[in-house]
């Protein structure tokens, strides 16, 4: 059997994760991640260059003070709970720093004018990215989350990433951008359940969180609170013009960190007929809006492109996901000289992919495999 570091976030899917391991006979290593300044002082143990506490401790505070989200006070309790049920140890990582790379991310997009997707940056930079770290240092072969995504081995006996059974928590989606080469050493255990199926087990072992809601909100942001840490991480709002596309000035807006193409409610302004962010211009603080026929919905270029597959060198028909609450749709992908490439969506407007905003994921599937995706720029 394996040694497996489980990433416990404090949730019911992590948590029953690290039990389907359990049962069947791995020895795992629970790993709670925090992202703030821990309440235990760290201790080097072994030669991992990651901050490892020795053992585990709860934070004294109460869990009530905390936000929202993964990776609280309250969660790091419930990890603690579960663990002890499962009888594994749980060891807390400090990754401040990391975390401080993503939430950087996440401000300097909205400065941009972007709508970022910090969750595909946590898991590649940080799941199955500095948890591997951690598992390299110990010795585990594997590092598994409670993800609803699965894997499994083409003919040429190489692994890929295909959808999670239940299409309604799939999360795939978000997991794109996970190194290829990683693939053969990540397990998904809750895969190839439903959510329902999850809380069922979950409280046929007695566990904690069986009956935890799900997490709603972006772990680093309190509800509702997005704009002002953006505000603050970049010194200040970006206000401006709020303009239709034919130039025409209907307002002002408290800035561009607070919009994202396609959205219509919250604008602020009137005009007789529903309006739209049609795209917003960085450079001017600007946000323009128009009619729904005016949001791009047909064509994209995509920027930072991983295949988790073979890199494409000629058109090829698949199906492009352009947000993760929206199913994917047909388009033709063309890859393009300098590694970027560009999708045009052959399905009509009975087959859209929704608003294309820039800086969102545009990820590209064959029926329920993931082939590789990129970052929306245009």
Not at 47 to 60: G, K, N
Not at 71 to 76: G, I, L
Not at 79 to 85: K, S
Not at 352 to 362: F, R, T, V
Request: net charge neutral.
């Amino acid at each position: 059997m394996s040694r497996i570091v489980v990433a416990m976030s404090g949730g019911v899917d992590s948590s029953v994760a690290a039990s389907l391991l359990v049962a069947a006979g791995h020895e795992c290593i629970g790993v709670f991640m925090r992202q703030a300044a821990p309440a235990v002082t760290a201790a080097a143990t072994g030669p991992s260059t990651l901050p490892v506490l020795d053992a585990f401790a709860p934070d004294t505070a109460s869990p009530k003070a905390a936000h929202q989200g993964c990776c609280s006070v309250a969660d790091a309790v419930d990890a603690r709970r579960v663990a002890d049920r499962l009888g594994i140890p749980l060891y807390a990582l400090d990754l401040t720093d990391d975390f401080a790379r993503v939430i950087d991310y996440f401000a300097a997009e909205y400065g941009r004018g972007r709508t970022p997707n910090p969750c595909v940056r946590c898991n590649s930079w940080i799941k199955f990215g500095r948890l591997f770290d951690h598992a390299d240092a110990i010795g585990a072969e594997f590092v598994a989350t409670g993800h609803y995504a699965r894997l499994d081995r083409g003919a040429d006996g190489r692994p890929r990433l295909i959808r999670g059974l239940d299409p309604a928590r799939d999360q795939s989606y978000v997991l794109f951008e996970v190194a290829a080469a990683r693939l053969g050493r990540m397990l998904l255990p809750v895969g190839h359940l439903a959510k329902a199926d999850v809380r069922r087990r979950a409280a046929a072992l007695g566990l904690a969180t069986a009956d935890k809601p799900d997490s709603q909100e972006i772990c680093f942001v309190p509800s509702g609170a997005h704009a002002r840490l953006v505000a603050d991480r970049l010194g200040g709002s970006r206000a401006g013009e709020i303009v239709t596309t034919d130039g025409r000035v209907l307002g002002r807006h408290p800035g561009i960190e607070c919009f994202t193409v396609g959205q219509r409610q919250g604008l602020g302004v009137a005009a007789g007929r529903p309006l739209y962010v049609v795209r917003i211009e960085a450079d001017a603080c600007r946000v323009v809006v128009g009619g729904r026929d005016e949001v791009p919905e047909t064509a994209l270029i995509a920027g930072g492109v991983s295949w988790l597959e073979r890199v494409p060198d000629e058109p090829f028909a698949c199906l492009v996901q352009c947000r993760a609450q929206r199913g994917p749709a047909p388009a033709v992908v063309t890859p393009l000289a300098d590694g970027r490439f560009a999708a045009r969506f052959t399905g009509g407007p009975d087959c859209s992919p929704g608003p294309i905003s820039p800086g969102q994921p545009a990820v590209c599937y064959e029926g329920p495999r993931v082939l590789g995706g990129g970052w929306i720029e245009a």
